[in-house]
């Protein structure tokens, strides 16, 4: 009689598993991100825009959008992606507009009311005014964001008659001039 041995074969099959994780990789330029006006801070694209007004409302909250935010992080785009800083010289401090305000602009026209908004002085926001030509005196409420002011003008005519818009927190006065 003939005698078979069986030899089964037993394959151990090793599965490892590795778990992904995202790597942050730099932005030192904000090459995939918006930067703020005044290129202190880079935010990611869903924010849209960099800071200003109802930055928190925006996708990506506060932490994302938000320039203060962004800066208090202390993440800079040499080694992180968006929401960084990108170590620039901070903004300047005390009161100010915002950077897309300046002499020679051009507000809205009656009846709609224009928007202004900008920065606080060290002593905060709470009695920021802001003025048409001298004659209205707007308290400002606070902004979206900490550490900012932002005010509804009266609404002006059309025309060819410049205004001056001056802000001002009772210690610092800052003016625009020739404002259509």
């Known amino acids: 009689m003939k005698s078979y041995t069986l030899v089964v074969g037993i394959v151990l099959l090793c599965v490892s598993t590795v778990q992904s994780r995202t790597v942050d990789t730099a932005d030192p330029k904000c090459d995939e991100g918006v930067l703020s006006d005044d290129h202190s801070v880079c935010c990611p694209t869903e924010c849209g825009s960099c800071g200003g007004h109802d930055c928190n409302a925006r996708p990506g909250g506060r932490d994302s959008c938000c320039e203060l935010a ?100 009772g210690n610092q006065t800052v003016t625009l001039t020739d404002v259509l």
């Not at 208090?72 to 005390?94: F, H, L, V």
């Not at 709609?112 to 004659?135: E, I, N």
């Not at 900012?148 to 008659?161: R, V, Y």
């Open 70 to 169: 962004i800066q208090k992080s202390g993440r800079s785009c040499e080694a992180n992606s968006a929401p960084c800083t990108m170590d620039a010289p901070a903004p300047p401090s005390g009161l100010r507009f915002a950077n897309s305000y300046g002499d020679h602009m051009v507000l809205q026209e009656s009846p709609a009311r224009a928007v202004v908004w900008g920065y606080c002085g060290p002593q905060g926001c709470d009695d920021v005014r802001v003025s048409l030509d001298g004659v209205s005196n707007v308290l400002a409420s606070p902004g979206g964001e900490a550490g900012t002011w932002i005010a509804k003008l009266p609404a002006t005519d059309g025309g060819s008659k410049a205004h001056t818009v001056i802000v001002s927190d």
